[in-house]
C-alpha cells in the first residue's frame, strides 16, 4: 500500500531511527542519505567492497513506500521482474540476488548460496507464491540447513515480515535475527499463505535473517520462504500524523469501499483530525497510535467487488469483503419479511456453521439476489460461554426468559463455547407456526465421556424471524433399530450425527441423519411443529415413522432432494475431515426402497467428489439448473475451508452427473 502524500517532507537520520518533519514553504528539497560506508555482511566468508557512493531517497518517497526498505520475492529466476502489487522496496532494483553489491542502489544485501537450498517453481503459487527456497533433498542434514539473507540498513528498529506458502503437510518454521530467535516452531499450514512478522533492531548497519527448523528429520520437513519484506519505524510527530491525514483522505469513500472497511477508516481519520485541532496533544505514544489506527484502516480499505460467476474452490467473500464462513451449510428460497416497511421479498439464504474461530462456533445466515453475491446478516445462534451468560448478558437473558433453572442449565451444555460441537445446520420454514426451525448435529463431551463426539445429538431451536436469534429448544437421541433388525452399534441407542432435512410437497418434513456410530442413514418423520419426531421413539413403527438406509455402508454428509417425482439422496463415505468419493441413491418415495446408483462424479480420478463433501443440492428455477453444494474442508484452518459448488447434469433416464468446471454461470 502507497500513500501518495501531496506535501512535502524532510527526513534525517537522527540516532538511527527515521525522523519526519513538513517542510516549511520556501525550504529546499532535503533527502535520507544511507551512510557511504557500509560494512560488509557478518555472515559472509571474506570481506567484500563496501558501497562506493552515498544511497538517498527522499521522505516524500520514504512514506509513500510505507517505510519498506526491502521487498524481496524469494529464489526468483527473473530478477528484473516484480509480482503485481509488490514493488521494489527503497534499497534494491532486484526482486532477488545473491548477497553482493545491488548495481543500482550500491548497498548490500541478498541470500547466502548453498548447494543444500533450491529455488523452486510451485505450480499451484502465484505472484509472491510462484517461487519460494526450499531444502534439497540431497541435504545431509536438514535440521542444520537454514534459508540466510542480509541486509544493509541504517541503525534502527524495523519490522520483518515473512511469507511461507506451503502446498504440502504441516510443517514447523524458526526464524533468527539478530543473534536472537524471533520465531520458534510454528506451524506453517497446509494450502495457505502464511505470513509471520516481529521487530527487531539494528546497531551494526546490517540485519541478518535466517530461515531453519531445528527439528527437521527429512528435507520434507525442512524449511521454506517466499518473500520478505523489512520496513522501518518511523518517528512519531504531528507534522507526520497531519502529512497522513492529507494524503489518507478518500473522496466518496462510501461509494468505492465496502461499508464495514470505510466505518473503521472514517473512525480513525476523525479522531486523528480531532487530535490534531488541539494544540496540546503532542505525545509520542498518542500520535504513534492516531498514526497506526490511521493508516491500518487506510490499508484496510475494502473495494466493492460483484461476483458473476461460480469459482468453485476460490475464497468467496461476503458483500464486505469477509470470507462467507457457512460450511456444512444449506442454502434454500424464502420470502423475507423487511424489518421496517413489512414488505416481502424472495432471496436466497445461505446458513451453515461459523468457523471464525476454528472448530467450534455458531450458526451464520447470508442473503443472495442471484446466488453470486451474499450478504451477511449476522450469527443468528450463539455459542453460550458460560451458564452464568444466560442470566447476566441481556441477549440471553431476552432469549432465555422464563426457562427454569434446569432448562437453562441444558441450554449451557448443548451450546457450551468450549465445548458443545454445533455442525450441519439446516433450516425449515413451518407455515402452521409461522416459525423457523434450525436443526442441526448437536455434540460434545458428556457426563461419562470426554469425546467430542460422545453426545450424538440432534439438536433444535427456534426463531419467528429467518436470522433470529434462534432459541435453543432441546437436543435428542432419535430413533433406534427394530429388535428384527441388526442394530450395527447396539451399545448406544439413537445416534444422530451428519444430517439434513426435507420437506416433501405435502408439507411433511423428515430428518436424515447418520446414526449407529455413523455406520446406518436414518430417514425420521417430524411432528407437524417441526421441532421433534412425529411419534416418539419408544412408539415408532419402522416404515411409518422411520425407516434405515445401507446398514453398515457407513455413510455420512446426506442431501436428500425431489425431482420430476423421483427422491434423490447424495451421501459420503466417513473419513474424517478428508475427502471421498460420493454414492448416490433413488427411490420412489421417502419410505421406500432405495436403490444405489453410484458415484455421480465425472472425471473425479482421485474419487474424492472433487475434493469436497455433499451437504446440500438444490434447484435455481430461474435458471432450471441444479446445484451441488459441497465443503472442501481444510482440517488444519477451519476457518479457510472453502465452498465447492458445481451444475448437475440429468440425463435422459435420470440419472445424475456432475463434472468439475473452475468458473461457471447460471443459463
Known amino acids: 500500500m502507497v500513500f501518495p502524500f ?5 527526513q534525517v537520520l537522527k540516532a538511527g531511527v527515521l525522523a519526519v518533519a513538513l517542510l516549511s514553504a520556501g525550504c529546499g528539497r532535503e533527502e535520507t542519505t544511507f551512510p557511504a560506508e557500509m560494512p560488509p555482511s557478518v555472515a559472509a566468508p571474506t570481506a567484500e567492497p563496501v558501497a562506493s557512493q552515498s544511497f538517498t531517497r527522499t521522505a516524500k518517497e520514504m512514506l509513500m513506500a510505507d517505510f519498506t526498505l526491502y521487498r524481496v520475492d524469494c529464489a526468483t529466476k527473473d530478477t528484473g521482474i516484480f509480482p503485481t502489487g509488490f514493488p521494489a522496496g527503497l534499497c534494491q532494483s532486484q526482486s532477488d540476488m545473491p548477497y ?10 541478498g541470500y547466502h548460496g548453498s548447494p543444500d537450498i533450491l529455488s523452486e517453481e510451485d505450480s499451484l503459487g502465484e505472484g509472491v507464491t510462484a517461487f519460494k527456497w526450499v531444502v534439497s533433498k540431497n541435504a545431509s542434514d536438514p535440521s542444520k540447513t537454514g534459508i540466510c539473507y542480509d541486509f544493509s540498513v541504517p541503525e534502527g528498529n524495523y519490522t520483518v515480515t515473512l511469507g511461507f506458502y506451503n502446498p504440502f503437510g504441516v510443517r514447523k518454521i524458526s526464524v533468527e535475527c539478530e543473534g536472537k530467535t524471533e520465531i520458534k516452531a510454528e506451524k506453517i499450514l497446509r494450502y495457505n499463505v502464511n505470513e509471520k512478522s516481529f521487530e527487531t533492531k539494528v546497531t551494526d548497519g546490517i540485519l541478518n535473517l535466517k530461515v531453519c527448523n531445528p527439528d527437521a528429520h527429512t528435507f ?35 461509494e468505492l469501499y465496502t461499508e464495514k472497511s470505510v466505518k473503521s477508516y472514517l473512525s480513525a481519520l476523525e479522531a486523528a483530525e480531532k487530535f490534531l485541532s488541539k494544540e496540546s496533544n503532542n505525545g509520542v505514544n498518542q500520535i504513534k497510535q492516531k ?4 493508516r491500518e484502516s487506510y490499508k484496510m480499505l475494502t473495494k466493492k467487488y460483484k461476483y458473476d460467476s461460480f469459482n468453485p474452490g476460490a475464497v468467496w467473500t461476503d458483500t464486505e469483503g469477509t470470507p462467507i464462513q457457512a460450511h456444512g451449510g444449506q442454502v434454500q428460497q424464502l420470502e423475507i419479511p423487511d424489518p421496517e416497511t413489512g414488505k ?100 460434545g463431551p458428556t457426563a461419562t465421556s470426554n469425546s467430542n463426539y460422545a453426545a450424538a445429538c440432534a ?9 433470529g436469534p434462534y432459541r435453543f429448544v432441546g437436543r435428542y437421541r432419535l430413533n433406534t433399530c427394530p429388535p428384527d433388525q441388526e442394530d450395527k452399534h447396539p451399545q448406544s441407542k439413537g445416534m444422530a450425527r451428519d444430517m439434513n432435512l426435507f420437506k416433501d410437497t405435502d408439507g411433511t418434513a423428515y430428518i436424515i441423519y447418520s446414526s449407529e456410530e455413523n455406520l446406518t442413514l436414518y430417514i425420521s418423520k417430524l411432528n407437524e411443529d417441526y421441532t421433534y419426531l412425529e411419534t416418539e421413539p419408544e412408539k415408532a413403527v419402522y416404515g411409518k415413522d422411520f425407516i434405515r438406509l445401507f446398514p453398515g455402508a457407513q455413510r455420512e454428509a446426506p442431501a436428500l432432494f425431489l425431482k420430476d417425482g423421483r427422491y434423490y439422496l447424495m451421501t459420503s463415505g466417513c473419513t474424517g475431515w478428508a475427502p471421498n468419493q460420493a454414492r448416490y441413491y433413488v427411490a420412489d418415495s421417502v419410505m421406500g426402497e432405495w436403490t444405489s446408483k453410484g458415484d455421480p462424479c465425472i472425471g473425479d480420478s482421485n474419487h474424492t467428489t472433487f475434493e469436497s463433501q455433499s451437504t446440500c443440492i438444490f434447484l435455481d428455477v430461474n435458471s432450471g439448473t441444479w446445484i451441488y453444494m459441497g465443503d472442501r474442508w481444510f482440517a488444519d484452518t477451519l476457518n ?15 440419472d445424475m452427473e456432475i463434472s468439475f468446471v473452475s468458473n461457471w454461470k447460471l443459463r
Open 459 to 467: 439438536g433444535v431451536a427456534v426463531s419467528d424471524t429467518p436470522f
Open 220 to 254: 520434507m520437513e525442512s524449511p521454506i520462504l517466499s518473500y520478505i519484506t523489512i520496513a522501518s519505524e518511523p518517528e512519531y510527530t504531528r507534522e507526520l500524523l497531519s502529512a497522513a491525514v492529507e494524503s489518507m483522505r478518500v473522496d466518496n469513500a462510501a
Open 291 to 294: 498514526f497506526k489506527d490511521l
Open 100 to 109: 553482493g553489491e545491488d548495481p543500482v542502489t550500491k548497498l548490500y544485501w
Open 640 to 654: 479457510d475451508s472453502r465452498y465447492i459448488w458445481l451444475p448437475i447434469v440429468f440425463k435422459d433416464n435420470g
Open 344 to 443: 416481502i421479498s424472495t432471496k436466497w439464504v445461505w446458513v451453515g456453521e461459523d468457523k471464525t474461530h476454528g472448530y467450534r462456533g455458531g450458526v451464520c445466515a447470508y442473503t443472495s439476489d442471484d446466488l453470486y453475491n451474499w450478504k451477511f446478516e449476522g450469527i443468528i445462534m450463539r455459542n453460550v460461554p458460560s451458564r452464568r451468560a444466560l442470566e447476566k448478558e441481556e441477549y440471553f437473558k431476552d432469549l432465555y426468559a422464563g426457562y427454569s433453572d434446569a432448562e437453562l442449565d441444558n441450554v449451557a451444555l448443548a451450546l457450551d463455547a468450549e465445548r458443545a460441537v454445533i455442525e450441519r445446520p439446516k433450516l425449515i420454514y413451518n407455515e402452521k407456526n409461522r416459525q423457523y426451525v434450525l436443526w442441526f448435529h448437536a455434540d
Open 6 to 10: 501531496k506535501n512535502g517532507v524532510k
